[in-house]
């Protein structure tokens, strides 16, 4: 395994402000823009994704999309680590510590999604910042409030056992 790296507390909120502030057609055929103004690497252009360099190594953003429009800037905020406990216990100490910064300067989430990959939520008016853990890695997604309402009904719809 590589040496695990995170942003620091300051990079991490600087980062949020970039993402929230980010003044662009949210098409893919733009993300150039995007990429450019962050100051990210692009790696591949896809149909469906654009794969980024973040800093944190290959691989380590994407802007998402479908028909041409894109739903989701996501950025790792850590390396991964293993895949066993004590890089759970990694990442579940990176995000904690990374959601108290982002609360100091953002306030209290607005949304907490407890569980093995809990996530934390930062409502805008358009688009929602996302902390979420995956047991392996943290990353930090900005995503329409239109396609997080849509992944909101399917997961409610899972835990009621409906198709």
Do not use: C
């Amino acid at each position: 395994m590589t040496e695990w790296r995170t942003l620091t507390d300051s990079e991490l909120v600087e980062l949020v402000r970039k993402l929230r502030a980010l003044d662009w057609s949210w098409r893919l055929a733009d993300a150039e823009q995007v990429a450019a103004e962050l100051g990210w690497q692009i790696e591949r252009i896809r149909p469906v994704a654009v794969v980024l360099d973040t800093g944190l190594g290959p691989g380590s953003g994407r802007i998402r999309g479908r028909d041409g429009v894109a739903t989701e800037i996501e950025a790792r905020v850590t390396s991964y680590t293993t895949d066993d406990a004590a890089g759970r216990d990694r990442t579940r100490t990176a995000f904690a510590e990374m959601t108290a910064a982002l609360s100091a300067e953002f306030g209290a989430p607005t949304t907490r999604v407890p569980g093995v990959n809990p996530r934390v939520r930062w409502a805008g008016p358009a688009t929602t910042t996302v902390l979420r853990d995956s047991g392996v890695s943290v990353a930090l997604h900005l995503v329409t409030n239109e396609v997080l309402a849509r992944e909101d009904l399917i997961e409610e719809l899972e835990q009621q056992g409906l198709p």
